[in-house]
């Protein structure tokens, strides 16, 4: 039984590892046209230049995209940290809202 933690814990970081690579290939793909969107929200997430090194009101504002809250919530899951709590939230309530707001405001016609 005491195998048995140490093996779902190793799956588990694989399933994250694994989830990463897919959300960065989507990323890849769909920015694809849109190179330097895609540049900016990689430093804005903390991916390519940490959080900390960004002024104050521009850290403030990369904390609360989707990116940062990703980056954050794997770096943590990955490593020895603590589960990230307030990243969560700021994944979920990007995950609830976006589809929310789309749908409420997002027309095919005018």
Do not use: N
């Amino acid at each position: 039984m005491t195998t048995a933690a140490p093996d779902l814990i190793r799956r588990l970081k694989l399933a994250g590892l694994l989830v990463v690579l897919g959300l960065i290939v989507e990323a890849i793909t769909l920015f694809w046209s849109h190179p330097t969107a895609f540049l900016v929200f990689l430093f804005l997430g903390g991916m390519a230049y940490p959080l900390d090194k960004l002024p104050g009101a521009l850290q403030a504002i990369a904390k609360l995209l989707p990116a940062a809250a990703l980056t954050d919530t794997v770096r943590s899951v990955l490593s020895t940290q603590p589960f990230p709590t307030g990243q969560f939230v700021v994944l979920v309530a990007w995950a609830v809202g976006a589809p929310l707001a789309a749908a409420r405001w997002f027309r095919w016609e005018e």
